[in-house]
Antibody
Framework: EVQLVESGGGLVKPGGSLRLSCAASGFTFTNVWMIWVRQAPGKGLEWVGRIKTRSDGGTTDYAAPVKDRFIISRDDSKNMLYLQMNSLKTEDTAIYYC???????????WGQGTLVTVSS | EIVLTQSPATLSLSPGERATLSCRASQSVSSYLAWYQQKPGQAPRLLMYDASNRAAGIPARFSGSGSGTDFTLTISSLESEDFAVYYCQHRSNWPPHSFGQGTKLEIK
């Protein structure tokens, strides 16, 4: 059974940084692209970014609102996915979900999410 | 960037009725469209992918159709657990693979 467990959320001041983690199990992590999706309180879903597998180049893509501020990485030896968030803004307040990629774009399995609150 | 527009924003129906939800893309996404269901306090769940393929474990009362710019999610006979928010998402071309704004399916 696929399990994705996010951690690292919390309260941070505008301009601050935070690193989210996602522990993956139940599948061959090395072979799966991974995606981060977020959801502001009471709002819809927003695609944040993705990372390909090492065999596909390990490259990343980001949504415009987070590009140049957020960095997605992975540690295949630990089955871990990360989201480094820098220069945080109040509009980054959201639940952040770690998901597996399905068919090069969809989110097949989801974690339970971790809440990030950016406020002074 | 491709924009997905869902309609209606809210749909009020009774159990046993048929639900039809729409998603329109600002440009063609071929058949590269998915639907998700989200219940309060839960993570979303993938229902359909590539417009008409049910994800694993999804009941047959859910079906999807469409291609190009117009897509439909149909629930043939609503059950109590189907009342939730539904999102569409495309995976066409380059990211971002944006989502629609959602349709809330509520009990009438």
């Amino acid at each position: 059974e696929v399990q994705l467990v996010e951690s690292g959320g919390g309260l941070v001041k505008p301009g601050g940084s935070l690193r989210l983690s996602c522990a993956a199990s139940g599948f061959t992590f090395t072979n799966v692209w991974m995606i981060w999706v977020r959801q502001a309180p009471g709002k819809g879903l927003e695609w944040v970014g993705r990372i390909k597998t090492r065999s596909d180049g390990g490259t990343t893509d980001y949504a415009a609102p987070v590009k140049d501020r957020f960095i997605i990485s992975r540690d295949d030896s630990k089955n871990m996915l990360y989201l480094q968030m820098n220069s945080l803004k109040t509009e980054d307040t959201a639940i952040y979900y770690c998901t597996t990629d399905l068919h090069r774009g969809y989110s097949g399995s989801w974690g339970q999410g971790t809440l990030v609150t950016v406020s002074s | 960037e491709i924009v997905l527009t869902q309609s209606p924003a809210t749909l009020s129906l009774s159990p046993g009725e048929r639900a039809t939800l729409s998603c329109r893309a600002s440009q063609s996404v071929s058949s590269y469209l998915a639907w998700y269901q989200q219940k309060p306090g839960q993570a979303p769940r993938l229902l359909m992918y590539d417009a008409s393929n049910r994800a694993a474990g999804i009941p047959a009362r859910f079906s999807g159709s469409g291609s190009g710019t117009d897509f439909t999610l149909t629930i043939s006979s609503l059950e109590s657990e189907d009342f939730a928010v539904y999102y569409c998402q495309h995976r066409s071309n380059w990211p971002p693979h944006s989502f629609g704004q959602g349709t809330k399916l509520e009990i009438k």
